[in-house]
């Protein structure tokens, strides 16, 4: 408030304080008149942004104008049925691998912070492995199994019991193997993010769940864990993207997914770029969807953490209420 | 709450105790290392069902370590800990200590409610299922038995009015009432307290200590490692001075805290209270 005499003071009655007065005098209920100021322009924003939209303007163009490219094509492509039987096969790849990878990568994680040596020398053992090996390799050796191990035996090794056994060939089929490749390898991989995630809760976490006589397992998996969420869930996202697309890896052992029933096609009608542009729409299709899931996905493990928090908690305290009104009602 | 009786007056050891019913925390002898550290050196402890205990002394001296002693986060390296007649950890057969599995140590646990200095609440669980988490799934309670049972002890810490809110958005002092109501959520037979009070701004340490005082006068056994003369003058039955790994001095606060014995004791107090 601007220093004024004690009649100025009483007689602003309801009316606002004329200029600058942020604060409603002591006692007072008169609404804060807001602060009035001309922002700082960012010219430089404005001309950074009229550059960019320009150039992208210029590239559109130059596509849309290009006349190596037909676009005719590239419609009839996208929804061919070679295409979206490449989509499903992708998709199955990605999702079946993925979640190979994060239910093997936690139990990894967890076995490797165990304090018990042999849990931890194993998981230590993977991770060196399928780290450590081409993921290609990985692929390769799955498909060609048979030819190392012709058979597959279910029995007590070197002793020789035998309970059941089947040729590998008909076990491990092409989709079969690009899944235990990739999804194998995925293991090692987000063992480590699991592992960052889990050493990334406060100590005093697990020591407030064993003090209250919570077990080690039930620490893990209901304290620990879904805090570590947090922390996991963005690379994890990158991990689920890059798998979209390494799994056209499976390519070398005649797997059929997006890019490679593509590849065929342009080999016999030479249309590469229109193809490959047909792979890139899909492609960034298909990450939208999994930014998208992967933002909800975040929002739920953030909470505790979050802006609207007091959303959820007003929620819960409605359906609490509703739940007693309908107990006391009974 | 001090005993008036002097022949019933907090002792640090069982030698000639008068009282003949079953301590709650025994604490015999016990040694603690950490590498070449030796952090408690031979400490005996005794506290009787019904008393506070409070655990005064210089950082590093040691109590916050004999704390976690007492409920196992911290295994003993010598001596001997019983709590409610049981050995803390282990098994005795004959002359020979077992190993306790992880399992009989959280069975031990669960009836030993420990507060944090900082806090430590679940913090993607809001105020009510940060209380009623233990006794769901570690004491089998029934959803709605439990949820009663919160909000009950949520409304004794004076917090009824924040139940759904995230630890985040609680203030200290609310955060360390919660943790107590989630540490009572178990019906301990004895509560510990690792310096309740440090973490928090000077203007909400009344809050908590309010509620501790209470729970002291409803008749809780309580160890309490704390900066807070006022609180062990209040509040305690018996006040045990910690320096060293060593118990330099212990007794009933009006013998400790008015009028020590010890040289060190002294020292820590004029220290403490200038």
């Known amino acids: 408030m601007s220093a004024s005499s004690p009649q100025a003071l009483s007689s602003q009655g309801a009316a606002p304080p004329p ?43 130059s596509l849309a104008r290009n ?49 018990n040596p042999v849990l931890s020398s194993i998981a230590y053992g993977y991770i060196w492995f ?22 597959l035996v279910l029995g007590i090794p070197i002793f020789g019991p035998v309970f059941a056994s089947a040729e590998t060939n008909a076990v491990i089929g092409a989709t079969a193997a690009g899944i235990l490749g990739l999804g194998l390898n995925e293991a090692a991989y987000a063992a480590e993010l699991v592992r960052a995630g889990i050493i990334s809760v406060d100590k005093g976490q697990q020591e407030a769940a064993l003090s209250l006589g919570m077990g080690g397992g039930q620490t893990m998996w209901s304290i620990i ?49 229109e193809l490959l542009l047909v792979a890139c729409i899909w492609y960034l299709f298909l990450t939208t969807l999994l930014s998208i899931g992967q933002h909800y996905l975040e ?10 928090q007091a959303d959820r908690a007003q929620r819960r305290a409605f359906k609490r209420a509703q739940r007693r009104g309908e107990s006391g009602a009974v | 709450m001090a005993q008036s009786d002097p022949a019933l007056q907090p002792r640090c050891d069982m030698k000639g105790h008068p009282r003949t019913d ?73 002359d020979v200590l077992h190993e306790l599995k992880v399992k009989e140590v959280a069975k031990q646990r669960s009836k030993i409610g420990m507060v944090f200095q900082r806090f430590n609440l679940f913090p993607h669980m809001t105020a009510l299922e940060n209380v009623m988490k233990a006794p769901v799934s570690v004491a089998g309670m029934s959803r709605q038995k439990a949820e009663n049972e919160a909000l009950a002890l949520l409304d004794r810490v004076g917090l009824a009015d924040k139940v759904d809110v995230y630890p985040g958005q609680l203030s200290g002092g609310q955060q360390q009432r919660v943790a107590i109501a989630r540490a009572l959520a178990m019906h301990p037979k004895l509560m510990l307290f690792d310096e309740p009070t440090s973490a928090l701004d000077p203007e909400l340490v009344g809050e908590v200590l309010e509620v501790m005082k209470q729970l002291a006068h409803d008749g ?24 060293g790994g060593v118990v330099v001095e212990c007794g009933p606060p009006n013998d400790v805290l008015v009028n020590p014995q010890e040289e060190r004791t002294k020292v820590f107090l004029s220290k403490v209270l200038s």
Not at chain 1, 249 to 259: E, F, K, R, T
Not at chain 2, 34 to 40: A, M, N, R, S, T
Request: charged content about 15%.
């Open chain 1, 19 to 61: 200029l600058g007065g942020g604060a409603a005098p002591l006692g007072g209920s008169l609404a804060p008149v807001p602060v009035k100021a001309i922002p700082v322009r960012h010219w430089g924003q404005w001309v950074g942004a009229a550059v960019v939209v320009y150039l992208l303007v210029a590239f559109v163009l």
């Open chain 1, 67 to 115: 006349p190596n490219i037909e676009w005719d094509i590239i419609g009839d492509y996208l929804f061919k049925d070679l295409t979206l039987r490449g989509v499903w096969v992708t998709l199955y790849l990605t999702v079946v691998s993925m979640a190979i990878g994060i239910v093997g990568g936690t139990l990894l994680a967890v076995m490797r912070l165990s304090d």
């Open chain 1, 130 to 151: 399928f780290r450590g090996t081409p993921v290609l390799v990985q692929i390769l050796v799955w498909a060609y199994l048979g030819a190392l191990y012709p058979e």
């Open chain 1, 225 to 273: 864990l879904p805090q570590a969420m947090r922390v996991i869930i963005p690379p994890m996202g990158n991990e689920t993207i890059s798998m979209l697309k390494t799994s056209a890896l499976v390519s070398v052992i005649a797997g059929h997914d997006l890019l490679t029933n593509l590849q065929k096609a342009y080999a016999q009608n030479f249309r590469i770029m």
């Open chain 1, 299 to 308: 929002a739920y493990f953030s909470r505790g953490f979050g802006a609207q």
């Open chain 2, 22 to 94: 079953e301590p709650m925390v025994h604490v015999d002898g016990v040694w603690k290392r950490f590498g070449k550290l030796e952090v408690l050196k031979g400490v005996d402890l005794v506290v009787f069902p019904g008393e506070t205990y409070v655990l005064l002394g210089p950082s590093g001296g040691g109590k916050s370590t004999m704390l976690r002693c007492i409920n196992h986060l911290e295994k003993i390296d010598g001596g001997r800990l019983w709590v409610d007649g049981e050995l803390m950890g282990y098994r005795q057969k004959g």
């Open chain 2, 220 to 243: 809780m056994t309580m160890v309490v490692v704390t900066h807070e003369i006022g609180f062990a003058k209040e509040a305690a039955d018996g006040v045990a001075l910690l320096d």
